[in-house]
């Protein structure tokens, strides 16, 4: 079974930084394109980031970009989220999930619908 698992949130204070990651398993994500997203209590899920596949191309929204830092190792089957300068507004539930039309999408895309084989997510808290 084809399956995410997100790790590494909890609670932190403001300007604090946290790094997620996000393990695949019963499949190799080497050939798709992972993105990050997060979804706050009566919020839309919103795409944060996303990679393809090589890791050579990345994106980020607006609310993000210059703080978070997206990254994969291949090797270990796993991408990462690397937060930094944290906001309350961040407080969110994380998730990771794959692009199963990666191999045929020569970009990324920031758009949760779609992406497939979402995880469970992991809880971020920012407050003093």
């Known amino acids: 079974q084809l399956q995410f698992v997100e790790s590494g949130g909890g609670l932190v204070q403001p300007g604090g930084s946290l790094r997620l990651s996000c393990a695949a398993s019963?499949?190799?994500?080497?050939?798709?394109?992972i993105g990050w997203f997060r979804q706050a209590p009566g919020k839309e899920r919103e795409a944060l980031s996303c990679i393809i596949s090589s890791g050579g191309s990345t994106d980020y929204a607006d609310s993000v970009k210059g703080r978070f830092t997206i990254s994969r190792d291949n090797a270990k089957n796993t991408v990462y989220l690397q937060m930094n300068s944290l906001k309350p507004e961040d407080t969110a539930v994380y998730y990771c999930?794959?692009?199963?039309?990666?191999?045929?999408?020569?970009?990324?895309?920031?758009?949760?619908?779609?992406?497939?084989?979402w995880g469970q997510g992991t809880q971020v808290t920012v407050s003093s």
């Open positions: 999930a794959a692009d199963p039309l990666g191999l045929v999408r020569a970009m990324c895309v920031m758009d949760p619908s779609k992406y497939d084989y």
């Open positions: 019963g499949f190799s994500l080497a050939y798709y394109h």
